[in-house]
Nanobody, 126 residues
Framework: QVHLVESGGGLVQTGGSLRLSCAVSGRFRNYLMGWFRQAPGKEREFVSAINWSGGWTDYAVSVKGRFTISRDNAKNTVYLQMNSLKPEDTAVYYC????????????????????WGQGTQVTVSS
């Protein structure tokens, strides 16, 4: 079993920054990790993903250049640094893993991940 806990969310003004963390426990073996978000009334969407080593990353077009995903395998933690935040970034942010090392062809789909955290709220005020 894998357990994921997100933290670091909060209220920030437009243009501000937040760093989300996702702590992983259980049978974690440095697998692929993803971040998704869900805004009120909208479907959950892909934000970013990182492979087991951190040597590969990908981002949604809407966050590319503003968000940075990284990981510290010694701490079993994945981070999402969010800069230049906009009101449209307001959402609940979730981390997920699927216990595989590399992305494959469905890393941007919800179905590509078997384990999910409970989410952390990010609110960006205008």
């Amino acid at each position: 079993q894998v357990h994921l806990v997100e933290s670091g969310g909060g209220l920030v003004q437009t243009g501000g920054s937040l760093r989300l963390s996702c702590a992983v426990s259980g049978r974690f073996r440095n697998y692929l990790m993803g971040w998704f978000r869900q805004a009120p009334g909208k479907e959950r969407e892909f934000v970013s993903a990182i492979n087991w080593s951190g040597g590969w990353t990908d981002y949604a077009v809407s966050v590319k250049g503003r968000f940075t995903i990284s990981r510290d395998n010694a701490k079993n933690t994945v981070y999402l640094q969010m800069n230049s935040l906009k009101p449209e970034d307001t959402a609940v942010y979730y981390c997920a893993t699927d216990q595989r090392y590399d992305a494959g062809d469905n890393y941007y789909n919800l179905s590509g991940y078997a384990y999910w955290g409970q989410g952390t709220q990010v609110t960006v005020s205008s």
